[in-house]
């Protein structure tokens, strides 16, 4: 009987002993096996970095949460310390991106921050039960009245990331159609989660938010071919996706600090627009190509093609009822 057990207790032991091994070198091997790593003891929350200029005072915790102090304006600035997360790539690379999500998709993400040198930020993405999903850098610099957001060396081990965490508002401001201005959300339970992308939802590189004396101005400035947002319970958030299944590029993401309403914003926008010579006025366009001009006063046309009807089959595999086929 000793003997038995003996035997018994040694191939339990070996067996366990390999399956350690296999989960050691299976997150050796795989980064996305850090996600059922925890991080065990997270660090009290600390200033990381506090920054000042002639425009703004801000503070950023290592939670992530920033706080800022609109100086010229006298206004005050809050984010909380979590952005929703989601568990794969937002687009999943079909005809139309799906704009709604559900919470079970999604995870609250919250940080943990260490500083390295010249305002540069390591953060760890974690999940929940405090599951490291991952890490990636930031850069965060003032310029004026913004914060500048530079993300980059983003672990792959992350399928999708949403920072820096979103701002409380009255309003969201939208470039959505001919701009839309966002004002309800639930006293509590559950609310309506949306992803949105360029420029199939969102017409121009921004989005934005206010209250009763001013507003921000969130501006896709590098990487928006590879970035949308999550909009949620009246917040709105930069999100930031993989380029052919990898991380190809930085994102650098600027906020902007404001007095005004949303036709200030728009404004704000168009001048930043500008600014970078992004835009050109038709009387630039004529300088640069003459030819554009024997277009004034011309005349336009439309072309309109008809569609055969369906198929019988086309209608059977969508399906369709017979009622409805006929």
């Known amino acids: 009987m000793k003997r038995r ?8 032991g070996g067996a366990a002993t390999a399956a350690s091994q296999l989960v050691l070198e299976s997150c050796h091997k795989d980064k996305a096996a850090s996600s059922f790593v925890t991080m065990v003891k997270k660090p009290e929350v600390s200033l990381l970095a506090g920054l000042e200029n002639e425009w703004l005072k801000v503070d950023i915790l290592s939670d992530a949460s920033t706080s800022v102090i609109d100086k010229k304006n006298s206004i005050i600035w809050q984010s909380g ?27 609250p993400g919250r940080f943990v921050g260490k500083k390295k040198n010249n305002n540069e ?30 993300i980059s060396r983003i ?9 820096p965490t979103p701002f409380l508002c009255s309003a969201l ?4 159609g001919i701009g839309k201005l966002v004002t309800e959300r639930p006293s509590r339970g559950i609310y309506a989660r949306q992803a949105q992308t360029f420029f199939t939802h969102l017409n121009m590189r921004w989005i934005g938010g206010l209250n009763d004396k001013g507003g921000w101005l969130g501006i896709y400035e590098e990487g928006f071919e590879d970035a949308g947002a999550i ?4 917040t709105a958030s930069p999100a930031w996706m993989k380029t052919l299944g990898r991380w190809q590029h930085p994102f650098v993401f600027r906020i902007k600090f404001i007095k005004g309403n949303y036709v200030d914003l728009a404004k704000e926008y168009r001048r ?23 277009f004034l006063g011309g005349r336009a046309f439309w072309f309109n093609l008809a569609h055969p009807a369906p198929r019988k089959k086309e209608l059977e595999d969508i399906l369709f009822t017979p009622d409805q086929v006929s």
Request: charged share 30%.
């Open 5 to 12: 057990s003996f035997l018994k207790t040694t191939v339990i």
């Open 81 to 107: 310390p979590v952005a929703l997360q989601e568990f794969g790539p937002i687009d999943e690379g079909h005809v139309w991106l799906r704009q709604e999500r559900s919470m079970c998709e999604e995870y």
């Open 121 to 150: 930020i390591e953060f760890t993405l974690l999940g929940r039960q405090d599951r490291i999903m991952g890490r990636f850098t930031c850069h965060v610099h003032l310029e004026e009245n913004s914060i500048v957001y530079r």
């Open 155 to 163: 672990d792959e081990s992350i399928q999708s990331l949403v920072f």
């Open 173 to 176: 401001v939208l470039p959505s």
């Open 231 to 234: 909009i949620a319970n009246r």
């Open 272 to 294: 930043w627009f500008i600014s970078k010579g992004l835009f050109k006025s038709l009387k630039d366009k004529i300088t640069e190509n003459e030819n554009l001009k024997k």
